[in-house]
């Protein structure tokens, strides 16, 4: 069950059920990611009626993660569909929807399962309004969790981001935090385009401070545009998704050592805010990328070879790096799983590294 | 009194024909030809339904006509995309569809323009069907920027209005009819989507798939199987533990349609479209036909099977002479009005390849454009770090 803390003036706390906390003045609340993907869609589901949600268990199940909860009690069988496990069909299903004038949100229980049907995301859905020379647009949304989970081991911790985001015709995005999720899903619902929303599971449950700005209805943040998390001075951190609570967090200790990072939330993966990072190393003079997907033909490697090509190359004192997952299929064991993702220290090593301290 | 009208509309029809005007002359008068006729029509098979459609067809004098000049336009529309391909102005794939003009032309005549329709790669027939002109279609396929995809389909991604094309993926389009479909039903405006595949498609997982969903939630969408007896060159004896392709959809009620004939495959669509308007759901319906060519234009399409076989459907078969020869022996029209339906055929025909072999191909600015609908303009990375090229919606 949802719940969120409340602060008050007097500095008590509380915990109410989410959808009925009422605080007096400053409307800061906590939102957990999942309820920021919640309420976004809630939203997008009464603006927009041709908007809809197919997947499997996301009606009558309330989401297999609990993302979709009480959506289908609100509008039903129409809008919210529980599907067959036939990713191919299904998700061909919507993209036909999406070309005679829908928009549909064509949710994957994981981007694993997508692999089944990623012949429709690319060939019917990407390419279509290309191919078309702008005659048929394909406004739709696929979004579930991405990558590395907990215990789940090879077949079901892999990353996309890299896989969709090689391809044109699409939009990828890949959120963070809860402010994230809510502004990106309502930009990718309202799109025409089709876009990729990567979430993460073992993000879901994390509770983000949201304001009263974040919270209007019309709040959406632009896809395409990476934000900076932090300012910082001595090197640029770029990554998307749970990596960036990572190097938040490896910027707090290196803080302390009086190591300044600036870390970048990249928010979209395609198309790449090279700007953002670009402006950033210009003051840096340093750059670690930092994602939980294998290295080979990466996000990383993407990023860097971007900046070898752009203007912030002759601005770098050292070779950028990157910190990414273990090039091997996920194992289940948990000290095995951790060491297959980046852990802080593999972050602060990598940047003492770059800095040469 | 017959000789003078005869006299008198061979005069008219002469002068019509000389200002080069395209005028429909019906000059001899409608008391001379027969304004419609019945004719016996094959049985269909069912597959759990009660009925298949009535074993007579009713054909008036317009539907006979028109029916035959767009069967005729498919026909010779196909055999010149043949001649310009072999002169390599048409290159890449090139599937063409002369043999199965029928099942076009009769899925049409049996729903709305207002309906939907989506196919795979054997698309040109349709495109035209649905509303898409002769010079546009032979334009995408010699790659110009006349073409109805100003250059950047080609022949197997070519769209018009609630005409999805045109997919090169073997079966991909099957689940997207059904989203179609969906969509029909959704938005509550009576409209269907028909859904073509092939006899190779056939044995595609997706496709069940979409059987199970689309019989599920009871969409508005006619299954239809162009059975041309080959998946590229693989018999359908080959390809598949059961041929009865009209059954597969199990518990989807089927039937088998004799595709040569165009009335035949009109009125089992006007089964299949009563059946889904009235939301008892999908239906699916195999239409056997026969391709004269090989699966596309670089296959001969003679190492699979003999020619003596396609020379048997062709004479014993065609659908455009049973068409003619019905409408023929019954006065519905004469040899001279059918010959002149050729002629204006042959010159419009010949008129678009004119037109897509001289348009200029699509300008190196339209590039980058279509990746996004409705997005400001954006720059698109070229084959170096210091190409950068301009993208528009």
């Known amino acids: 069950m949802a719940s969120l803390r409340c602060f008050l003036r007097s500095g008590k706390v509380f915990v109410v059920p989410c959808d009925i906390c009422i605080i007096n003045s400053i409307l800061l609340l906590q939102v957990t990611v999942r309820d920021a993907l919640n309420q976004a869609m809630d939203e997008e589901l009464e603006r927009d009626e041709r908007v809809f949600l197919l997947g499997e268990e996301v009606a009558q199940y309330d989401g297999a993660y609990k993302v979709s909860r009480g959506l289908w009690k609100k509008y039903g069988d129409k809008r919210i569909i529980d599907t067959p496990i036939t990713e191919m069909g299904f998700a061909g299903i919507a993209v036909g929807a999406a070309m005679a004038g829908l928009r549909p949100i064509c949710e994957f229980m994981t981007f694993n399962f997508s692999m089944q049907a990623i012949d429709q995301v690319i060939n019917s859905a990407a390419k279509t309004y290309y191919m078309s020379a702008g005659l048929q647009s394909v406004p739709i949304v696929f979004r579930g969790p991405n990558g590395a989970s907990a215990g789940v081991a090879a077949q079901h911790s892999q990353c996309f981001a890299a896989w969709y985001g090689h391809c044109p015709g699409l939009k990828v995005v890949s959120p963070w935090s809860a402010e994230d999720a809510r502004g990106l899903l309502k930009s990718a619902i309202r799109d025409d385009n089709p876009v990729v929303f990567l979430e993460n599971e073992l993000m879901y449950g994390v509770p983000f401070e949201m304001s009263e700005e974040v919270q209007s209805k019309d709040f959406l943040i632009p896809i395409g545009k990476a934000k900076i998390e932090r300012q910082g001075t001595h090197i640029t951190l770029v990554s998307h998704s749970r990596m960036v609570s990572l190097c938040l967090d490896a910027a707090a200790v290196l803080a302390k050592e009086g190591i300044e990072c600036e870390v970048i939330n990249m928010r979209t993966i395609r198309p790449l805010d090279a700007e953002a990072i670009e402006t950033s190393i210009m003051k840096t003079n340093h750059l670690v990328t930092v994602e939980g997907g294998w290295p080979q033909f990466g996000i990383g490697a993407e990023i860097l070879a971007r900046i070898m090509e752009g203007p912030a190359f002759n601005y770098l004192d050292s070779p950028a790096v990157r910190v990414t997952g273990v090039d091997i299929p996920m194992p289940y064991a948990k000290i095995l799983e951790d060491n297959s993702v980046p852990q802080i220290k593999d972050i602060i090593f990598s940047i003492k590294k770059t800095l040469n301290v | ?393």
């Not at chain 2, 005069?11 to 000389?18: C, K, P």
Request: net charge neutral; proline share 4%; hydrophobic share 35%.
């Open chain 2, 1 to 393: 009194m017959r000789k003078m009208l005869t006299i008198i509309s061979n005069v008219l029809r002469g002068s019509a024909s000389r200002n080069g005007a395209r005028v429909v002359v019906s000059a001899r008068t409608y008391a001379d030809f027969t304004p419609q006729a019945s004719f016996d029509i094959k049985k269909c098979d069912v597959h759990k339904l009660e009925e298949g459609p009535p074993l007579q067809a009713v054909l008036t004098r317009e539907e006979g006509l028109q029916y035959y000049r767009t069967m005729q336009t498919i026909r010779r529309m196909e055999l010149k995309a043949d001649q310009l391909y072999k002169q390599k102005i048409i290159r890449g794939f090139c599937h063409l569809y002369d043999g199965q003009e029928a099942c076009a032309v009769g899925i049409e005549a049996g729903i709305n323009l207002s309906d939907h329709l989506i196919t795979a790669y054997r698309a040109h027939g349709y495109t035209l069907t649905r509303g898409g002109t002769v010079r546009e279609i032979m334009a995408e396929l010699t790659g110009r920027r006349g073409g109805i995809a100003k250059g950047k389909g080609g022949s197997m991604h070519m769209y018009t209005k609630h005409f999805y094309g045109g997919n090169g993926i073997v079966g991909a389009q099957v689940p997207l009819g059904a989203g179609v479909a969906l969509a029909c039903k959704y938005l509550g405006k009576n409209e269907l989507c028909v859904c073509l595949y092939g006899d190779g498609a056939a044995n595609q997982g997706q496709i069940f798939e979409t059987y199970n969903m689309a019989s599920l939630w009871k969409l508005p969408c006619i299954f239809i199987c162009e059975n041309n007896k080959y998946g590229m060159g693989t018999s359908v004896e080959r390809a598949a533990a059961s041929t009865d392709y009209y059954k597969r959809g199990d518990f989807i009620p089927g039937l088998r349609v004799d595709g040569m004939d165009v009335l035949c495959v009109r009125e089992a669509t006007k089964l299949a479209a009563e059946h889904c308007r009235s939301g008892k759901g999908p239906i699916l319906m195999e239409l056997q036909t026969y391709r004269y060519h090989g699966h596309s234009m670089s296959d001969p399409g003679i190492s699979y099977r003999t020619r003596d076989e396609i020379q048997e459907v062709r004479s014993k078969s065609d659908p455009i002479s049973m068409l003619k020869d019905r409408m023929l022996s019954n006065n519905m029209a004469s040899v001279e009005e059918l010959k002149e339906i050729d002629v204006e055929v042959r010159k419009e025909i010949e008129d678009a390849a004119q037109f897509a072999t001289t348009d200029p191909e699509p300008p190196l600015d339209d590039l980058c454009n279509h990746i996004f609908y409705n997005d400001p303009p954006m720059e698109v990375r070229g084959t170096n770090p210091w190409t950068k090229l301009k993208s528009i919606s």
